[in-house]
């Protein structure tokens, strides 16, 4: 009998070494984390019809939505189990991590699939004058910087709104004055337009006989002198001046970036337009292990000698790791709040402009329809109706001479103003609509300027672009835009910005339902990036990317969407692993 226990105690021993043990015949291996006492959705269920009702299967019914698990068993990365927490039991261990909960929520790991990573981590560094509505204001704050750092060096910053000013444009005479000694650079909030100071345009050699590059423009008085601000594609001539980082700093900021997503519940990002010192910065990070979460890259097509050399390599078509190449990024126009967007007819606000577009803004057909034929999933900036049309025109002349390329899952970022017969092409070519909730509620106050009252019925037209059949994906393209998510649900479905304004949501007829921006935000970014076996849903056998959050934010939208703005993030995990978990107040 003795011998028998001690046999049995070597084998339960055996057993509990590798993380396993008995349940009747069953061996069940422990988990590494569990999560318990929660409200999970796992966004397994159907998808919702294109009018947004919920499937048939969906936890939902008269009473509104509820969640269909409770716990959560990780083990080696991936989901072991989703149900309730007494079944989740027979996966605890010695050894086992687990969370209470206490009734948070628990939802598939928040993607946004539309990002500039670097900037966001360069913006912690850098004066920001997001929300700054004066001249004067902003002034003010690039001269507290200038006074703390040594004369000659670059005073950096970036926020102010190049849309809502557009009619008003800064000058370099307030800011030379007060910042006399160092140059100064200072991006508008979307990237569309930088400003800057006397010294900076003299480091950058841009004088009065500079010309503007193709597709850009340098803003001139009168006399023809430069005023301070660079439009579109001028940009590049005022940043080339400011000098290089070194790999240490590209990949610090990288980090910073990343890592303030990881706070932020996202367990992935999409980095739009990496050239190659910021895919070196992604590769080397990810052979040290130090991506806290995984990067989607789209290599930018603007530099073309990198763009070729992956052409002869080929897509990553493995998705397992934490960096996956296999998209490419490329501009067809401006932005409409810089009058760059490519419009039909011209702007409202300004009679015989129509922006710019293709090849004028720097769009290499060939080379963008040689990176298709190689397999690569292509993402084309577009924002004005024309720009959409004739970049829709593009793939439609590629998917002809390249059928397969329709299964490519290409996407068109921002579709932000379309012609209505445009809006069933989406859904015909295969072609994702790649939109940012936050750009709808911030352009509000000058969009329908541009466009007059017509036009801006099919602008930011996410419930139009979904009842047509088009997959959708939302994002917040950072940093142009706040990636909060509870700041991005808000603008999606009650369309309202911070200040919950306007009552009745701008437009509200483009709303979308609760369930369809979570989606957004989770298994439509999942299926972008070709991940929509791994991840996305909360079920065995998937990533265990996970983001939980203190608010519902399917019930509270049946209450007060409002509230939705007041939410946190709790925990971040990342396949497996606790990227982010907030302090306790007790902590």
């Not at 003010?140 to 000659?152: H, K, W």
Request: with cysteine; aromatic share 8%; hydrophobic share 45%.
């Amino acid at each position: 009998m003795l011998a028998h226990n001690l046999k049995s105690f070597a084998f339960a021993a055996l057993l509990a070494s590798s993380s396993s043990w008995m349940l009747g015949c069953e061996i069940v291996k422990t988990a590494d984390l569990m999560l318990v006492n929660g409200k999970v959705y796992t966004l397994s269920w159907d998808e919702p019809a294109l009018n947004g009702t919920p499937a048939a299967n969906a936890p939902h019914d008269s009473a509104g939505w509820h969640p269909d698990a409770e716990a959560i068993a990780v083990r080696a990365g991936e989901i072991i189990f989703v149900g309730t927490t007494a079944d989740a039991e027979k996966y605890r261990g010695p050894a086992t991590e687990v969370i209470d909960l206490a009734g948070a929520t628990v939802i598939p790991g928040l993607v946004d699939s539309h990002v500039h990573i670097q900037e966001l981590g360069a913006n912690l560094e850098r004066v920001n004058l997001m929300g700054i509505e004066t001249e004067s204001e902003a002034v003010a704050l690039v001269r507290q910087r200038a006074q703390v750092i040594p004369p000659g060096d670059w005073v950096v910053g970036w926020g102010w709104d190049e849309g809502a000013w557009a009619n008003r444009y800064p000058t370099m005479a307030l800011l030379s004055e007060r910042v006399p000694d160092h140059p100064v650079f200072l991006s508008g909030l979307h990237g569309f337009a930088v400003w800057g100071n006397r010294l900076a345009f003299e480091r950058a050699g841009i004088t009065a006989t500079t010309e503007s590059p193709s597709g850009g423009e340098i803003v001139k008085d009168r006399g023809g002198n430069p005023t301070g601000v660079l439009i579109n594609n001028a940009t590049q001539l005022l940043e080339s001046a400011i000098p290089q980082l070194t790999m240490e700093q590209r990949q610090n900021q990288v980090v910073a970036g990343l890592e303030a997503m990881a706070a932020s519940g996202y367990v992935a990002v999409h980095e739009a337009g990496a050239a190659r010192d910021l895919m070196q910065a992604f590769e080397a990070l990810a052979a040290q292990n130090r991506l806290p979460i995984r990067v989607y890259a789209m290599l930018r097509v603007r530099d073309e000698a990198l763009c070729r050399e992956w052409l002869d390599r080929g897509p990553d078509m493995v998705t397992e790791g934490m960096l996956t190449t296999r998209a490419v990024k490329a501009f067809y126009d401006g932005a409409l709040g810089s009058r760059g967007a490519r419009l039909l007819d011209d702007y409202s606000d300004q009679p015989g402009h129509r922006g710019v577009s293709g090849s004028e803004y720097g769009f290499d057909e060939d080379l963008v329809a040689n990176m298709i034929t190689a397999g690569f999933q292509v993402s084309v900036h577009a924002i004005g109706d024309a720009g959409n049309r004739e970049t829709l025109d593009f793939f439609e002349r590629v998917a002809t001479a390249n059928p397969n390329s329709l299964q490519q899952r290409h996407r068109i970022a921002h579709a932000q103003v379309l012609d209505p017969a445009d809006v069933g092409r989406f859904a015909e070519l295969q072609i994702i609509a790649s939109m940012q909730p936050p750009h709808a509620v911030e352009d509000k106050t000058w969009a329908e300027d541009r466009l007059g009252p017509v036009r801006i019925r099919f602008a930011y037209a996410w419930r139009t672009l979904r009842e047509s059949g088009a997959q959708l994906v939302f994002n917040s393209d950072l940093a142009g835009s706040d990636h909060n998510i509870f700041y991005g649900l808000h603008a999606a479905i009650p369309r309202r910005d911070k200040e919950l304004e306007p009552a009745g949501g701008w437009y509200p007829a483009e709303s979308m339902t609760a369930e369809e921006a979570l989606r957004g935000y989770t298994s439509w970014g999942a299926y972008s990036a070709f991940a929509d076996d791994r991840t996305g849903v909360l079920a065995p056998g998937r990533w265990a990317d996970i983001t939980v959050m203190d608010v519902d934010p399917l019930a509270v939208v049946e209450s007060n969407p409002g509230e939705l703005l007041n939410g946190s993030i709790l925990l971040t995990v990342v396949g497996g692993n606790i990227v982010f978990q907030q302090e306790s107040e007790a902590g």
